[in-house]
């Protein structure tokens, strides 16, 4: 599967462009969509939205094949979108140790949903950014769950 329209336009709107490098919620060195620059990588001049939707393109496929690989049972689109931005934004790590992904690898799709919402936190507190966020994910999850599931 790959992320929809709906889901890049999620992961757009939450993260927000920016040409030149900022820190972002945790102090990381970040640019363009929300990409966490890593060394050797280096935006001295800054990025254009252009290469910032390049960029965005790249990470995106990372976290689709992350949720390919650990996503052990069938996945609707909204179910699938909501995956990616969760570990576009958490990390593949994070979905891997997660109580979500258990519940989901169980087929307790309603009990993986409701852990969406768990995942607000920034620096030990609640952050209403991250909470909007989390609740836009767990719309995508629900709105498409009647679509009918796709394997992964």
């Known amino acids: 599967m790959q992320l929809s329209a709906k889901g890049f336009d999620l992961i757009k709107r939450f993260e927000?462009?920016?040409?030149?490098?900022?820190?972002?919620?945790?102090?990381?060195?970040?640019?363009?969509?929300?990409?966490?620059?890593?060394?050797?990588?280096?935006?001295?001049?800054?990025v254009s939205?252009?290469?910032a939707n390049a960029i965005l393109a790249r990470d995106v496929a990372v976290a689709e094949q992350a949720v390919s690989r650990l996503a052990k049972v069938p996945l609707t689109q909204g179910?699938?979108?909501?995956?990616?931005?969760?570990?576009?934004?958490?990390?593949?790590?994070?979905?891997?140790?997660?109580?979500?992904?258990?519940c989901l690898n169980e087929r307790q799709y309603d009990a993986a949903a409701e852990q969406l919402l768990l995942w607000d936190m920034a620096?030990?507190?609640?952050?209403?950014?991250?909470?909007?966020?989390?609740?836009?994910d767990l719309s995508l999850w629900r709105a498409r769950a009647q679509?009918?599931?796709?394997?992964?």
Request: hydrophobic fraction near 35%; glycine fraction near 16%; aromatic fraction near 8%.
């Open 16 to 46: 927000g462009y920016r040409g030149q490098p900022y820190a972002d919620i945790s102090g990381l060195p970040t640019i363009g969509y929300g990409h966490r620059i890593v060394p050797p990588e280096s935006f001295p001049d800054g």
């Open 49 to 51: 939205r252009i290469q």
């Open 79 to 102: 179910q699938f979108d909501a995956l990616v931005d969760f570990c576009f934004n958490l990390g593949s790590g994070r979905l891997a140790g997660s109580t979500l992904l258990h």
């Open 123 to 136: 620096g030990g507190e609640v952050n209403l950014g991250l909470k909007a966020r989390r609740q836009a």
């Open 147 to 152: 679509a009918g599931a796709t394997a992964v």
